[in-house]
């Protein structure tokens, strides 16, 4: 959109998609569809942990684990709308 700030959604990966679905098959999660992508949430409290972001993934790793792997430059932040990184959350 002209004048806008926020970022294209990236496409799914339906590769990524796949090898995260066979990584997670054994654990108790729950896979949904979150805005046009895949989420993968915590059966016993259904919180997001992790998703499908275009050819990458991002976490929910809590603000001070998220912080340390932002500034030690092992993770990017999560920053979908282009103008807001997600505190709590890292890109991969």
Request: aromatic share 10%; no cysteine.
């Amino acid at each position: 959109m002209p004048g806008s700030s926020q970022k294209a959604w990236p496409r799914r990966d339906e590769q990524l998609i796949e090898r995260i679905d066979n990584l997670l098959s054994a654990e108790p999660v729950l896979r949904k569809n979150f805005f046009g992508t895949v989420a993968w949430f915590l059966e016993s409290n259904d919180l997001i942990f992790a998703g499908a972001w275009g050819e990458g993934v991002m976490l929910r790793l809590g603000e001070e684990r998220s912080t340390d792997l932002i500034e030690s430059g092992a993770a990017d932040p999560h920053d979908p709308t282009g103008h807001r990184p997600k505190r709590e959350y890292v890109f991969l």
